[in-house]
Structures are given as structure tokens and as C-alpha cells.
């Protein structure tokens, strides 16, 4: 009798030890396909490929394009704005550091180099005094405008290069990365230096 119930136990005990090794298959199945639908190096790829995009589109857009209601204030001090657009970034550049991700949304560190427009006002309000004491004095508002805009392009181009990061925030959308609209802004801001 001992025996039969031994063997009815070993047989409850093999059962159990199948249903567990079945249970935890399960398990290793069920997380392997979670981590095969995370974030791929096809992912972070497009990541970077977005980002790269969508820099080289802002870098080549108009200038009233890009500054908009902007646009008007540079126009002001005769200035073109695409020529004001285009001594900004010129020698502007950016490289992709790191991509993380979390679910739907990839954040991009993105180190970029251009020039700060604070510094080239802050260079533009010195030129422009200079200029208003060596012609005696400050101009009426319409010469405040051209001695204004005469220096602005060459503050511009002598203003130096610096180096910023931002994150940009990207979303997925049908399979592919693109950076929002906070990622965008920030690409802005960053490339503008404001």
C-alpha cells in the first residue's frame, strides 16, 4: 500500500514540477515578446534620422518662414531676412548623443553648435552706441533703424560659435519617429539662441 501511495505522490509530484515548467515557459515567452516589441536599433536609428531631418528643414527654411511674426522686426532695420537666417547658421552644426526611450515617446540629446542671438544683441546695442557717439548723438527713429541694421549682420558673423544641448522629444506615429511639437520648439529655441 506504501508503495502505491509513493508512486501516486511521485506522479502528483512530476505533474506539479510539468505544470511549473510550463507555468514558467510561459512566463519566459511572454517576456521575451514584451522585449521584442521595445525599442530596436531600427528604432533609435529613426530617431536619429528624424532629428537630422527635421534640423536640416529649419536650417533651410525662409527667413520669414522661421522667425514668422518675427519676421517684421527684422525687416524694420532693413535687413533681409533671409540674409539674417542665413549669417545665424552659418557654421552651425549638431551631432545626436543618446536616444532613450519610454513607450511611445524617445527622447534625443542633441549637442548643437551656432550662435547665440543674446550675444549678438548684446554686440549690436555696443556697436549701435559706439555708432550714435561718433555721429554726435542718437539718430531720430528712422536712422536708429538703418545704424541699427548696418551692424546687426556683422555682429552676427562675429559672434561666436557655442555649444548647447537640448532634448528633443520625439513621438511614434505609423511606425516612425517624429519630433513633436515641445521637440521642435526646443530645436528652435536652441538654434536661434534665445
Given at each position: 500500500?506504501?508503495?502505491?501511495?509513493?508512486s501516486?505522490?511521485?506522479?502528483v509530484c512530476?505533474?506539479?514540477?510539468?505544470?511549473?515548467?510550463?507555468?514558467?515557459?510561459?512566463?519566459?515567452?511572454?517576456?521575451?515578446?514584451l522585449y521584442?516589441?521595445?525599442?530596436?536599433?531600427?528604432?533609435?536609428?529613426?530617431?536619429?534620422?528624424?532629428?537630422?531631418s527635421?534640423?536640416?528643414?529649419?536650417t533651410?527654411?525662409?527667413?520669414?518662414?522661421?522667425?514668422?511674426?518675427?519676421?517684421?522686426?527684422?525687416?524694420?532695420?532693413?535687413?533681409?531676412?533671409?540674409?539674417f537666417?542665413?549669417?545665424?547658421?552659418d557654421?552651425?552644426?549638431?551631432?545626436?548623443?543618446?536616444?532613450?526611450?519610454?513607450?511611445?515617446?524617445?527622447?534625443?540629446?542633441?549637442?548643437?553648435?551656432?550662435?547665440?542671438?543674446?550675444?549678438?544683441?548684446?554686440?549690436?546695442?555696443?556697436?549701435?552706441?559706439?555708432?550714435?557717439?561718433?555721429?554726435?548723438?542718437?539718430?531720430?527713429?528712422?536712422?536708429?533703424?538703418?545704424?541699427?541694421?548696418?551692424?546687426?549682420?556683422?555682429?552676427?558673423?562675429?559672434?561666436?560659435?557655442?555649444?548647447?544641448?537640448?532634448?528633443?522629444?520625439?513621438?511614434?506615429?505609423?511606425?516612425?519617429?517624429?519630433?513633436?511639437?515641445?521637440?521642435?520648439h526646443?530645436?528652435i529655441?536652441?538654434?536661434?539662441?534665445?
Amino acid at each position: 500500500m506504501k508503495t502505491g501511495a509513493s508512486s501516486t505522490n511521485c506522479r502528483v509530484c512530476t505533474r506539479r514540477g510539468v505544470l511549473r515548467l510550463a507555468g514558467l515557459a510561459a512566463v519566459s515567452a511572454a517576456t521575451a515578446s514584451l522585449y521584442g516589441c521595445g525599442p530596436t536599433s531600427e528604432d533609435e536609428q529613426n530617431v536619429r534620422d528624424s532629428v537630422d531631418s527635421q534640423l536640416n528643414q529649419l536650417t533651410t527654411l525662409s527667413g520669414s518662414e522661421l522667425l514668422g511674426e518675427r519676421a517684421a522686426d527684422v525687416e524694420k532695420l532693413k535687413v533681409s531676412c533671409d540674409d539674417f537666417v542665413r549669417a545665424l547658421f552659418d557654421g552651425a552644426g549638431w551631432t545626436v548623443d543618446e536616444v532613450g526611450f519610454e513607450g511611445s515617446i524617445a527622447t534625443a540629446k542633441v549637442s548643437l553648435t551656432c550662435r547665440s542671438f543674446s550675444k549678438v544683441l548684446d554686440a549690436l546695442k555696443e556697436a549701435y552706441t559706439a555708432q550714435a557717439l561718433e555721429d554726435g548723438g542718437y539718430p531720430d527713429e528712422s536712422e536708429l533703424y538703418g545704424t541699427a541694421g548696418k551692424s546687426l549682420l556683422e555682429c552676427i558673423r562675429a559672434a561666436s560659435l557655442d555649444k548647447r544641448l537640448v532634448d528633443v522629444t520625439l513621438t511614434k506615429n505609423d511606425g516612425s519617429w517624429i519630433v513633436d511639437e515641445n521637440g521642435n520648439h526646443a530645436l528652435i529655441s536652441a538654434l536661434m539662441g534665445f
